[in-house]
């Protein structure tokens, strides 16, 4: 009921009680974030840097330098992704949170099944450097290699590239400059680094 106070003359309505709010509760409106567990957020979290970092090094000039986060990267794709699937499907008990967690994993195997599981296995090998040719006067990160990736019984994948080492295990690349003979901050250095290991004649 609205009261009128008289205020100098005037009136003036009264503040409506608290009690008489008819805002509604927001408890369910965050139903579907409470609804996974510390377990669930976890696993989609490490899937979902697993997919970031493939995508980057399969699509991007950015590879992973280092074999054993590749190979993590590799497998965590090819495993992690029916796991986490079935994962959110089986523990998420609300439709729409069930909906929302299976649709990006989803995707994600419908691709790998796409390119071929097998194809995606035989990449996972990081491209190693043999030889440094180059090495930037100026800047000692920046370089120019003879890598190879060892792709299993296929053999090895070879390429020379301009490297940008970012840290010990990750890298850029870019295509050697042709006129790199002519630039004065290159210096041909010819330095055997043989990171594969492999044993020569």
């Known amino acids: 009921m609205l009261r009128i106070k008289f205020i100098g003359g005037r009136k003036f309505p009264s503040p409506k009680s608290p009690t008489s709010c008819s805002c509604k509760p927001l408890a369910g409106k965050f139903k579907n974030d409470n609804d996974l567990t510390r377990t669930t957020k976890i696993l989609n979290i490490i899937y979902g840097l697993t997919v970031v970092l493939f995508l980057l090094d399969s699509l991007t000039s950015f590879d992973i ?3 054993s986060i590749k190979s993590f990267v590799y497998f965590g794709l090819l495993i992690g ?4 699937l079935i994962w959110n499907a089986w523990t998420i008990k609300s439709r729409n949170g069930k909906i929302k967690w299976t649709v990006f994993p989803s995707i994600v195997l419908t691709l790998i099944l796409v390119a071929g599981p097998m194809k995606i ?6 491209w190693r450097t043999q030889t440094i040719l180059y090495q930037n006067g100026h ?3 920046n ?4 890598q190879m990736q060892d ?10 590239v301009e490297v940008f080492s970012l840290t010990r295990f990750f890298m850029i690349t870019s ?3 042709n006129d790199i003979d002519k630039r004065v901050e290159w210096v041909k250095v010819d330095k055997e680094v043989n990171e594969l290991g492999l044993k020569f004649p």
């Not at 296995?121 to 990081?126: N, T």
């Not at 370089?143 to 003879?146: A, D, H, I, R, Y």
């Not at 299993?152 to 994948?157: D, E, Q």
Request: positive net charge; glycine residues 10%.
């Open 175 to 177: 295509k050697v400059p």
């Open 81 to 84: 992704t029916p796991l986490t």
């Open 151 to 160: 792709v299993g019984a296929l053999g090895y994948n070879k390429r020379t």
């Open 121 to 126: 296995l035989f990449s996972k090998g990081a």
């Open 139 to 141: 800047l000692s990160f």
């Open 143 to 146: 370089t120019v290699e003879f």
């Open 65 to 67: 330098k280092s074999q």
